[in-house]
C-alpha cells in the first residue's frame, strides 16, 4: 500500500542549505506565505516537500531549487521575468516548463490535444521537467482527500492513465506503483473495497511463510559464497494485483507473487550464482525464469526473477540484482543523476546534472516525432495509452536487434514498426522458430521473423490483428483507395467468454450489466455444455479500464464461474 509522505513541516534538511538551494528556500517561503492548500495547511508546505522528493532522488541542486519554486510563477504575484532575474534562466525554463505541463487537464475535449503536446515537447526539451512535475503530482496525490469528490475521480484516473505509465516508462517503478496506488480507491471505489475485505489475510499468511523459510535461504546464499547486502519482501501491490487478478479469473491462488523475497547481492556474478544456490535448494518452476539482466526490459529494468516450489509445496517467488540495479529500479531515470561531494562542503553533496541514458532520449524523441501524426484528439490520447505508456514488452529480430512494443502486440505490429512496406506485404510470422498465426501475442525475449510477398496489399483482416496505432494507421492509410475503404471499422471490439451455470436469466443479468455501462453488443451467443452454459458476447469497446469493471460485476453474478477476453 502506499507509503506516507514524511512531515516535512519542521527542520527540513532544505532549510539550512548554503547556495542556490537555500536561497530558493527562503524565496519560495516568502511568496507563498500567507497562502493555504485546501486541506487548512500552509501552501509551502506542497513546495517544500516537491523539493524534499527530488533532493531524495539524488537530482542536482537545480533541479531541487526549481523544485522549491515550481509554482510561484502560476501561484503567486512574482512574474517570470523576477523569477529569471533572481535564480537564473535555467530554474526559469525548468520552472516554465512544469507550468505548461500543469495545463494538462484529463477531460477528454478538443484541447487536451495541445496540452498533450505541450508536455511532450517540454519533456523533449529538458527530463528534469517531467521529474519535477511527477514530485508535484505525487503529494498532490497523498493529499487529495482535501479536493472536492467532482475533482478527485479526474485527477486519480489522470494520474492512473497518465503519470504512473509515464513514471514506469521513465523507469521509476516504485514512483509509478506508489501513484498507482494512490488513485486506485479513487478510480476502482468498489474494487479496492473487495481487495481490502479478501486479501489482508492472505498477505499476512504469505509473509510469515517467506519469514519462515528466510533462514534457509540465507544459509543457502552464504553456503554458495554470496555477499548478500539485503534481503526482504516485497507485497504486491494493491493496484498491479487487481490487474493480474483479471487475468486469473480472480482466483487468488494462482497468483504466486503476491509477496515475494527481494534479494540484493554485490554484483551480477552473485546474481547468478545466488539463482543457482536457490535453485539447488528447491525445484524452479519450468518457463518461470527471467534473465533481465542479460535482455533488460525497454524501461532499463534488471534483475533475474525465479519461481521455485519451496517447503511445504509453495510456491515463491525471487528477485535478484545488485544494489546499482536496485537504486535504478526504485528511481530509474532519476538514477542517472549522479552526485559527488565538493571540498569544503562536508554538510551537502553537490549534484552535478549527468544527461540521461540515450535510451531514454532515443524513446523521447519517438514520442516527439510521433505525436505530429494527430490532429484528432481521442486518437491521440488513445494511441498515447497504447503505444507509449501500456507495459512494455522487448522482442528480437532474427538479426539480434532488440524491438520495444507494447504489451498485447501481435507479428502484425512488429512488422509495422520495422517498416510500413514490411506491414503491407505480410504474409506469415515465425515465434523462436515455429510457425505463428498472425494474432499471436507476442512476448518478452520472443525471436520474430515476419514473411512478405513482394506486391501484396494489406487485408482489412490486418485490423483485426494490429494493436498499435502505429500499425492501424499504415493499414488504413494502405486502404484508404480501395474498394475497402469506406467499410473499415474503427472500434476495436472485445469478447467476453464466460462460464456459468444453466440458471434462468443469466444471460439476460449479463448483458443487463454490459448495457448499464454503455457498452454496446454487437452479439451474445450461449452455447449450453455439460453441467454450464459457455456465454460468448462481443462488445464495440477496447476500453480496458471499462472491461476490467465489467469483469468484476459479471464475476460477482450468482451462477458465475469464470470471466475471460479478448480482442477481436
Known amino acids: 500500500?502506499?507509503?506516507?509522505?514524511?512531515?516535512?513541516?519542521?527542520?527540513?534538511?532544505?532549510?539550512?542549505?548554503?547556495?542556490?538551494?537555500?536561497?530558493?528556500?527562503?524565496?519560495?517561503?516568502?511568496?507563498?506565505?500567507?497562502?493555504?492548500?485546501?486541506?487548512?495547511?500552509?501552501?509551502?508546505?506542497?513546495?517544500?516537500?516537491?523539493?524534499?522528493?527530488?533532493?531524495?532522488?539524488?537530482?542536482?541542486?537545480?533541479?531541487?531549487?526549481?523544485?522549491?519554486?515550481?509554482?510561484?510563477?502560476?501561484?503567486?504575484?512574482?512574474?517570470?521575468?523576477?523569477?529569471?532575474?533572481?535564480?537564473?534562466?535555467?530554474?526559469?525554463?525548468?520552472?516554465?516548463?512544469?507550468?505548461?505541463?500543469?495545463?494538462?487537464?484529463?477531460?477528454?475535449?478538443?484541447?487536451?490535444?495541445?496540452?498533450l503536446r505541450k508536455m511532450i515537447l517540454a519533456m523533449a526539451e529538458d527530463l528534469r521537467v517531467i521529474l519535477i512535475k511527477l514530485a508535484d503530482r505525487y503529494h498532490n496525490m497523498c493529499t487529495l482527500d482535501a479536493l472536492p469528490l467532482s475533482k478527485r475521480r479526474r485527477i486519480a484516473l489522470e494520474t492512473i492513465e497518465i503519470y504512473a505509465p509515464l513514471a514506469y516508462r521513465l523507469g521509476m517503478q516504485k514512483l509509478s506503483g506508489e501513484l498507482e496506488d494512490l488513485a486506485f480507491p479513487y478510480v476502482y471505489p468498489s474494487e479496492y473495497r473487495w481487495l481490502i475485505r479478501n486479501l489482508k489475510e492472505k498477505y499476512e499468511e504469505r509473509e510469515q511463510y517467506l519469514k519462515k523459510i528466510q533462514p534457509l535461504v540465507e544459509h543457502a546464499l552464504r553456503r554458495a559464497g554470496v555477499s548478500i547486502i539485503s534481503l526482504d519482501f516485497r507485497a504486491k501491490r494493491y493496484s498491479s494485483l487487481y490487474k493480474k487478478l483479471l487475468r486469473y479469473e480472480m482466483n487468488i491462488d494462482k497468483i504466486y507473487d503476491l509477496v515475494a523475497f527481494r534479494v540484493v547481492v554485490k554484483n551480477i556474478e552473485d546474481c547468478y550464482t545466488a539463482l543457482g544456490a536457490i535453485h539447488n535448494t528447491w525445484t524452479p518452476l519450468p518457463g518461470r525464469i527471467k534473465d533481465y539482466i542479460a535482455m533488460p526490459k525497454p524501461n532499463g529494468y534488471r534483475s533475474l526473477h525465479t519461481t521455485v516450489i519451496a517447503s511445504d509445496n509453495k510456491i515463491v517467488e525471487f528477485q535478484i540484482r545488485t544494489e546499482e540495479m536496485h537504486n535504478e529500479a526504485e528511481n530509474g531515470i532519476a538514477a542517472h543523476w549522479a552526485y559527488e561531494a565538493t571540498k569544503g562542503h562536508k554538510s551537502y553533496k553537490k549534484r552535478r546534472s549527468v544527461k540521461a541514458g540515450e535510451q531514454e532520449i532515443k524513446w523521447i524523441d519517438q514520442l516527439r516525432a510521433w505525436q505530429k501524426d494527430f490532429t484528432n484528439p481521442q486518437e491521440l490520447i488513445d494511441s498515447l495509452k497504447i503505444d507509449f505508456l501500456r507495459d512494455r514488452i522487448f522482442v528480437v529480430t532474427p538479426h539480434g536487434d532488440v524491438i520495444d512494443l507494447p504489451q498485447g502486440a501481435t507479428p502484425?505490429?512488429?512488422?509495422?514498426?520495422?517498416?510500413?512496406?514490411?506491414?503491407?506485404?505480410?504474409?506469415?510470422?515465425?515465434?523462436?522458430?515455429?510457425?505463428?498465426?498472425?494474432?499471436?501475442?507476442?512476448?518478452?525475449?520472443?525471436?520474430?521473423?515476419?514473411?512478405?510477398?513482394?506486391?501484396?496489399?494489406?487485408?482489412?483482416?490486418?485490423?483485426?490483428?494490429?494493436?498499435?496505432?502505429?500499425?492501424?494507421?499504415?493499414?488504413?492509410?494502405?486502404?484508404?483507395?480501395?474498394?475497402?475503404?469506406?467499410?473499415?471499422?474503427?472500434?476495436?471490439?472485445?469478447?467476453?467468454?464466460?462460464?456459468?451455470?444453466?440458471?434462468?436469466?443469466?444471460?439476460?443479468?449479463?448483458?443487463?450489466?454490459?448495457?448499464?455501462?454503455?457498452?454496446?453488443?454487437?452479439?451474445?451467443?450461449?452455447?449450453?455444455?455439460?453441467?454450464?452454459?459457455?456465454?460468448?458476447?462481443?462488445?464495440?469497446?477496447?476500453?480496458?479500464?471499462?472491461?476490467?469493471?465489467?469483469?468484476?460485476?459479471?464475476?460477482?453474478?450468482?451462477?458465475?464461474?469464470s470471466v475471460d477476453y479478448r480482442f477481436v
Not at 485546501?38 to 532522488?57: C, K, M, Q, V
Request: hydrophobic share 35%.
Open 412 to 561: 502484425v505490429d512488429f512488422a509495422y514498426h520495422i517498416h510500413s512496406a514490411v506491414g503491407n506485404q505480410c504474409v506469415g510470422a515465425k515465434v523462436n522458430e515455429n510457425m505463428v498465426s498472425l494474432d499471436h501475442e507476442l512476448q518478452s525475449g520472443d525471436v520474430v521473423e515476419i514473411f512478405t510477398q513482394k506486391g501484396k496489399k494489406p487485408s482489412p483482416r490486418l485490423l483485426e490483428f494490429a494493436t498499435t496505432a502505429t500499425a492501424k494507421g499504415h493499414i488504413r492509410n494502405a486502404l484508404k483507395n480501395t474498394k475497402y475503404g469506406l467499410g473499415i471499422e474503427k472500434d476495436q471490439q472485445v469478447e467476453f467468454r464466460i462460464r456459468a451455470d444453466e440458471r434462468l436469466g443469466v444471460l439476460r443479468d449479463i448483458t443487463g450489466i454490459i448495457s448499464r455501462s454503455h457498452v454496446n453488443i454487437s452479439k451474445a451467443i450461449s452455447e449450453p455444455r455439460r453441467g454450464f452454459h459457455l456465454i460468448k458476447i462481443v462488445c464495440n469497446t477496447d476500453d480496458r479500464n471499462k472491461i476490467m469493471k465489467l469483469i468484476l460485476k459479471i464475476k460477482g453474478l450468482k451462477g458465475v464461474r
Open 1 to 115: 500500500m502506499p507509503t506516507k509522505i514524511k512531515d516535512r513541516r519542521k527542520n527540513s534538511s532544505l532549510k539550512e542549505r548554503a547556495g542556490l538551494v537555500g536561497h530558493a528556500y527562503a524565496f519560495a517561503q516568502r511568496a507563498h506565505l500567507n497562502q493555504s492548500r485546501r486541506s487548512g495547511e500552509p501552501y509551502f508546505n506542497h513546495a517544500l516537500t516537491t523539493g524534499e522528493i527530488l533532493d531524495e532522488w539524488g537530482l542536482d541542486e537545480t533541479t531541487v531549487a526549481a523544485g522549491l519554486l515550481h509554482d510561484v510563477v502560476e501561484d503567486t504575484p512574482v512574474t517570470e521575468e523576477e523569477l529569471q532575474q533572481e535564480f537564473g534562466e535555467e530554474i526559469a525554463f525548468l520552472v516554465r516548463g512544469v507550468t505548461k505541463i500543469s495545463g494538462v487537464k484529463y477531460r477528454g475535449h478538443e484541447k487536451q490535444v495541445e496540452n
